[in-house]
């Protein structure tokens, strides 16, 4: 993993911040569509953006997903 771009999304996804799912996740298991919204627990120092889901679900969003602030 690249240090900049964790970096990044440490000074983007702040704790605390709502996001919204823009695409839903490339995972056939996940509860998570496109549109969902939640609020930034933390961001790990591989990058995953752990997020509080409206619905219930704490899973992390990956490089891969797409995240949006609102």
Partial sequence: MNCD???ARKRI???G???RLTERMND???PLEKG???TVRYV???GTVHINWENGSPLGAVLED???LI
């Fill in 5 to 7: 771009v964790v970096l």
């Fill in 13 to 15: 996804f702040v704790p």
């Fill in 17 to 19: 911040s709502w996001v």
């Fill in 28 to 30: 056939p298991y996940t």
């Fill in 36 to 38: 969902l919204t939640g």
């Fill in 44 to 46: 790990d120092d591989i």
């Fill in 66 to 68: 797409k995240i949006e």
